[in-house]
């Protein structure tokens, strides 16, 4: 898990855009058929920004995030993450990008159960080699901000769905990752709740010179994107940039 050599792998040449993928063709084999899932798809992510990426069930969001988070490998296409050419980048050395830039949030929240919140929430930065008592130290600070003082002993099935969801965002975070991937971040929470995760993913995953994009087609929640891609059948259709976005 060395980061040293090569040139650093924090530097964006392009400091405006996180991410722009270009002419992106992934399918699935299903059996003896394949599916075209992402048909030359083209996408761009603003960096400082809240990117929302919607469309219907099934038209490719889940694909194109983990494309862009260097889950899924794609068939052709263009990838610049961060200024970086995720393509032609070897599979350890994007491993190591991945530790350090990016950050994931899931639907399910995906905690351990058999881990409590501080636990939880320390495993990027112990995974990136960091002393257990230090980063559990971090992860702490970073629960009380997102509102859990007095709940980071606790175990996953101890805590609601909300505070569950402020957890995963603090695992997310932990180790300041300039791009923050939001898969349905609110689909498992009630108005209140997504509304209060959201708040904080705009108030904190912003901080510094972060970008987040969140796949969701919860349209309660659209107030927070300052850009929306509208994905269809693979593609993007549609972008705009609605004027209710952050306030300063
Ligand atoms: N691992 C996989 N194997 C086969 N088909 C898949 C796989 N992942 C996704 N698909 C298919 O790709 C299409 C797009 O899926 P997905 O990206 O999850 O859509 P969305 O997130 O927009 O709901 C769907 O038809 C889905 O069934
Ligand atoms: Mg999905």
């Given at each position: 898990?060395?980061?040293t ?5 924090h530097?964006?040449p392009?400091a ?5 993928c270009?002419?992106?063709e992934k399918s ?14 083209d996408?761009v992510?603003e ?11 099934g ?10 988070g260097?889950?899924l490998?794609?068939e ?6 961060l ?22 949030i ?9 881990l ?43 805590l609601?769905?909300?505070?569950q ?6 695992r997310?975070?932990v ?5 923050l ?17 959201m ?12 970008s ?6 919860d ?13 269809a ?7 705009e940039?609605?004027?209710q976005?952050?306030q300063?």
């Open positions: 898990m060395t980061l050599a090569e040139s650093p792998i530097t964006s392009d405006a855009i996180a991410v722009r270009t002419g992106i699935f084999s299903a059996g003896e058929t394949k599916v075209r899932v992402l048909r030359g798809t996408f992510a960096s400082g920004k809240m990117n929302f990426l919607v469309g219907p069930s038209c490719g969001k889940t694909t194109l995030i983990s494309v862009i260097a889950i490998s794609c052709a296409g263009e990838l610049q993450v200024g970086h050419d995720l393509r032609s980048m070897r599979n350890g050395r994007l491993a190591d990008f991945r530790l350090t830039n990016l950050g994931f899931f639907q399910q929240f995906n905690l351990l159960p058999a409590n919140a501080e636990e939880n929430a320390s495993l990027p930065l112990v995974a990136r080699g960091e002393a257990t008592s230090k980063a559990e130290k971090i992860a702490r600070a970073l629960l009380e901000r997102l509102g859990l003082e007095g709940q980071t002993k606790k175990m996953p099935a101890q609601s769905g909300g505070q969801q402020r957890v995963a965002i603090a997310a975070l180790h300041q990752p300039r791009l991937i939001c898969d349905e971040p609110t689909a498992s929470l009630d108005a209140s709740s997504g509304h209060t995760v708040e904080l993913l705009r108030d904190v995953a912003l901080e510094g010179d972060r987040v994009i969140v796949v969701t087609h349209n309660r929640i659209f107030e927070f994107a300052d850009r929306i891609s509208h994905m059948d693979g593609q993007i259709t549609r972008t940039s609605p004027d976005g952050r300063p």
